[in-house]
């Protein structure tokens, strides 16, 4: 059985930063694109970045210079950093685990594993 844990999320203070964490088990990341998605409250969910398993990145505009993915294989866990935060960025931010290993995938559907969520607040 596959299961992604997110961690990491908290509040913090505009500018401020976090690092969020997505453990897997019942699959290899390695083997896999890893995305990160978030949804803030009366929104849909949207997707922020995708790192294939041959290492290609994707990160969206809205967060291009401020966040950033990796993985540590022998940990089976992805990363994404978010650095110079903002309110907006406000959301619940979740992993998700697809087959693929150039192509960037950047829709919910192209993912197979999801993880609960991580609550990220963004507040002075």
């Known amino acids: 059985q596959v299961h992604l844990v997110e961690s990491g999320g908290g509040l913090v203070q505009p500018g401020g930063s976090l690092r969020l964490s997505c453990v897997a088990s019942?699959?290899?990341?390695?083997?896999?694109?890893i995305g990160w998605f978030r949804q803030a409250p009366g929104k849909a969910r949207e997707d922020v970045s995708c790192?294939?398993?041959?290492?290609?990145?994707y990160i969206a505009d809205s967060v291009k210079g401020r966040f950033a993915v990796s993985r540590d294989n022998s940990k089976n866990t992805a990363y994404l950093h978010l650095n110079s935060l903002k309110p907006e960025d406000t959301a619940v931010y979740y992993c998700a685990a697809g087959q693929s290993v150039h192509a960037i995938l950047t829709l919910r559907e192209e993912y197979h594993y999801w993880g609960q969520g991580t609550q990220v607040t963004v507040s002075s």
């Open positions: 790192l294939t398993s041959d290492g290609s990145t």
């Open positions: 019942g699959v290899t990341l390695d083997d896999y694109a």
